[in-house]
């Protein structure tokens, strides 16, 4: 009576737990995050310690983002070479060695800005292969119907070592030297490595050809090279109209969401609420918190609700959350106003996500993956340059405009039909 009741309901939350496979991902993706929050705050400190100039970090950072951004799409089409367990085992072991060294470095005196430039710029790289890898693997690890759960549960875990890797990185850091932070973000990726490389992956019946996306050609071969399935992954997502609805929704949510949360809040923090640093923490930890509440409360749901609706939802919903911050000048209504924004950013994203891996064939699906990365990371710095400018105008300006971006959003994703149909 157990299981038909819970057939009934759907799985539930900590049902792909229950796999050992699933468990061995969670933990490595999770210490991967932590890595990763490690390695900023490690690289930023380490150079300000070395130069004291800041425009010294801006170009570290920048030689870490540049190639993350330009080779996703390569790392995404790399899944019909080596398996996304593949792709995951070998970036996450090629970080741990990077960092191990940056670290060994360090300790001996033996770091410059130049190597730190090329550690960045190599990290970057590796990492491009990493991340539309993650995404992809899921759904050879668990069953469709535990998809929704299994993401519920990959992203609170995401967002907790999110919030985790740059605190606890700031604590190692101030009680021991700045090299040390490497050697322990070695740590983290050498585990991930480990765990993932023991996730077995499910059988998988021979899949027919893949139907083409709208208005593809039929019958039209494979795509062998390099270049032509980056090209193919493209066409595929453009040509679906679900699909590219889905990527230019992520794009203007990107969009609004970069600028905002760092520029807008680091303004709201300091010339609007007068709480300083203080406050701008809190707003960070709401919106983190908001949105790994939502997330699970998205696991709980389960089922398969018209994802289209929660997209435009979303948009209204974020939408109307920018216009408040923009108008209110009270701390307790901004931070609530934020956790309900990040609250819906994580419910929403449990769905879209496990969407596109129920409904997008294997073979294509990290290339899927890897156009919406890219157009994410294209972005969010333009999203900090428009806002930077704005909030010089005050805030009122910044987030109303932001508000107005997302309506039309919104309003452009409930006049597709296929979209509005999508479950």
């Known amino acids: 009576m157990a299981t038909t009741l819970e057939d009934r309901a759907g799985p539930r939350l900590w049902t792909p737990a229950r796999h050992r496979s699933f468990r061995l991902l969670w933990a490595g993706q999770s210490l991967s995050l932590l890595g990763d929050g490690f390695s900023v705050v490690a690289f930023s400190w380490i150079t300000l310690s070395l130069t004291g100039s800041t425009l010294t970090l801006g170009y570290v950072l920048a030689f870490q983002a540049v190639p993350r951004a330009l080779l996703t799409l390569v790392g995404g089409s790399l899944t019909g070479t080596w398996s996304a367990r593949t792709l995951m085992v070998a970036s996450s072991w090629t970080r741990a060695a990077l960092m191990a060294a940056v670290g060994l470095a360090g300790l001996s005196g033996d770091l410059t800005v130049w190597a730190l430039c090329l550690a960045a710029a190599a990290f970057g790289t590796v990492d491009a292969f990493f991340q539309p890898a993650r995404v992809s693997i899921l759904p050879s690890v668990v069953e469709k119907d535990l998809l929704t759960p299994a993401n519920a549960l990959l992203g609170a875990g995401s967002r907790v070592a999110a919030v985790a890797g740059p605190a606890v990185g700031g604590v190692v850091i101030a009680m021991n ?119 699970l409360a998205g696991g709980l749901m389960g089922g398969r609700p018209r994802v289209g609706l929660l997209i435009a939802g979303l948009a209204g919903w974020l939408a109307a959350g920018m216009a408040l911050l923009g108008l209110v000048h009270s701390t307790p209504a901004v931070v609530l106003t934020v956790l309900a924004m990040g609250f819906a950013i994580g419910f929403q994203g449990v769905f879209g996500v496990s969407w596109i891996q129920r409904n997008i064939p294997e073979d294509v699906l990290s290339r899927v993956i890897s156009v919406d990365m890219v157009l994410g990371y294209a972005a969010a710095p333009l999203s900090l340059i428009v806002c930077g400018a704005l909030a010089r105008t005050g805030t009122f300006a910044m987030f109303g405009g932001v508000a107005l971006v997302l309506a039309v959003t919104g309003l452009a994703v409930l006049a597709s039909r296929p979209v509005r149909a999508m479950r």
């Open 177 to 295: 030297d700045a090299p040390v932070a490497f050697l322990v973000d070695a740590v983290c990726f050498a585990l991930c490595g480990l765990f993932v490389a023991r996730v077995r992956t499910l059988p998988r019946p021979p899949a027919p050809p893949a139907a083409p996306a709208d208005g593809a050609e039929a019958g039209k071969p494979a795509a062998t090279s390099l270049g032509a399935r980056i090209r193919e992954g493209v066409v595929y997502t453009w040509r679906d109209p679900r699909l590219r609805t889905i990527v230019v929704f992520d794009t203007a949510v990107n969009f609004c969401y970069a600028g905002p949360f760092t520029v807008g809040f680091a303004t709201l923090a300091d010339q609007v609420l007068r709480g300083g640093s203080a406050t701008l923490g809190v707003l960070n930890g709401s919106l983190a918190g908001g949105a790994m509440l939502g997330t």
